[in-house]
């Protein structure tokens, strides 16, 4: 297997969180009280984080001889952040803890790309630029609705109820 350069396995975990985000966006939507606004939101979420994989593979590519590699990283990220979120959402999980989740979830990816983005102002790659000019703002947004999300969810709880 190809040597990955910090640029190649930073751009792996990026690929690997959108492969990731697909699943915690579709595990969300299945908890209970996920009103109709919240879901179309993890649709759109669910949506952007396939565009974002598939974009990324492309850059993957571009790398000669390091795409198996890239691919390989971005399959244990995947499989590392599944496990987080299975260790965080059990069978008592509530939207709530969902979209809580989901928060913390993005707030880490919104990192990993921008750290993208700071190695590749040295590494100058035409292919990453365009990635993160597309996806950073896309991230961003993404944390803020789950942000939301979680506040909207909280302010309809109960907070004498005992949990």
Request: glycine share 8%.
């Amino acid at each position: 297997m190809a040597e990955l350069t910090n640029l190649e396995t930073k751009l792996g975990e990026v690929l690997g969180l959108a492969m990731a985000a697909q699943g915690a966006t579709e595990k969300v939507k299945g908890l209970d009280e996920i009103d109709g606004d919240l879901t179309k939101t993890l649709e759109r979420m669910h949506n952007e984080a396939k565009q974002a994989e598939e974009r990324a593979t492309d850059v993957a590519g571009s790398f000669e001889g390091k795409k198996t590699a890239i691919l390989e990283e971005a399959r244990e990220v995947k499989k590392k952040a599944t496990e987080m979120m299975q260790d965080y959402l059990d069978s008592d999980s509530d939207a709530l803890d969902g979209f809580e989740f989901l928060t913390m979830a993005e707030a880490g990816e919104v990192g990993h790309w921008e750290i993208l983005k700071t190695l590749n102002e040295r590494a100058r790659d035409s292919g990453v630029q365009e990635l993160v000019e597309w996806g950073i703002p896309i991230q961003q947004r993404h944390l803020e609705q789950v942000r939301q999300g979680s506040l909207k969810l909280a302010a309809e709880e109960d907070p004498n109820e005992t949990s």
